[in-house]
């Protein structure tokens, strides 16, 4: 149990583009997901944090109007990063959590812009 | 505020050896700790967890980690190192902040295990 998805695992985009990363929490319903970045050999950085419904809380330095994400139901969070530029590229990782538990994460998704 | 200190960015190995990721950390809150594997291009991988029950905490694939007031410390062992294990591994400790606990994670140690 607790199993959380990405889609897609790997994404090649041209600069100036939008994706979009699904999160899904496939045997779960998720209170709460979070949405982090890694950069090459290093750790996760938190991007945001959402719950259900409401907006996203962002940490500090990251744009919300960049990545925008959106908690449209109990199982599945997107975070879609608009006019993509290279600086962008990196490991997108997002995590999902019920309340009394910890988080689990997915497996990852590499963005490259191009 | 917390924080997390991962005191080997590399850590290198022979097969059958032992292993050693130490990792330290500070909370203001009594702090629930994790240890995570990521191999290449995978997510993570929850190892073991402490969560103030014994102070000795057993995990998956034979490791095992030892939570220490005292020295503030949760370093992560294994008695015998396999080529399976050569991954980066993340000591997390939670963080209470609002509706859910945050995670805090440190810098991250690569483990190499030479045959």
């Known amino acids: 149990g607790a199993v959380v998805s990405q889609h897609p695992s790997w994404v090649i985009c041209k600069s100036g583009t939008s994706v979009k990363i699904e999160c899904r929490s496939l045997?779960?319903?998720?209170?709460?997901m979070f949405w982090y970045r890694q950069f090459p050999k290093q750790s996760l950085m938190l991007m945001a944090t959402s719950n259900e419904g409401s907006k996203a809380t962002y940490e500090q330095g990251v744009e919300k109007d960049k990545f925008l994400i959106n908690h449209a139901s109990l199982t599945l969070s997107t975070l879609t990063v608009t006019s993509a530029h290279p600086e962008d590229s990196s490991f997108y990782i997002c995590?999902?959590?019920?309340?009394?538990?910890?988080?689990?994460f997915g497996p990852g998704t590499r963005l490259t812009v191009t | 505020a917390q924080s997390v200190t991962q005191l080997d960015s590399h850590v290198s190995v022979s097969e059958g050896t032992p292993v050693l990721l130490r990792c330290n950390y500070s909370s203001s809150y009594s702090p629930s700790l994790f240890w995570y594997v990521q191999h290449p291009n995978k997510g993570l991988q929850l190892l073991l967890k402490y969560t103030s029950a014994a102070t000795l905490v057993k995990g998956i694939n034979g490791f095992e980690a030892e939570f220490k007031k005292s020295e503030t410390s949760f370093h992560l062992t294994k008695p015998s190192a396999h080529m399976s294990d050569a991954a980066e591994y993340f000591c997390?400790?939670?963080?209470?902040?609002?509706?859910?606990?945050?995670?805090?994670f440190g810098g991250g140690t690569r483990l190499m295990v030479k045959p």
């Open positions: 995590s999902a959590r019920r309340e009394g538990y910890e988080q689990y």
């Open positions: 997390v400790v939670t963080s209470k902040r609002g509706a859910g606990n945050m995670l805090t």
């Open positions: 045997d779960f319903q998720a209170t709460t």
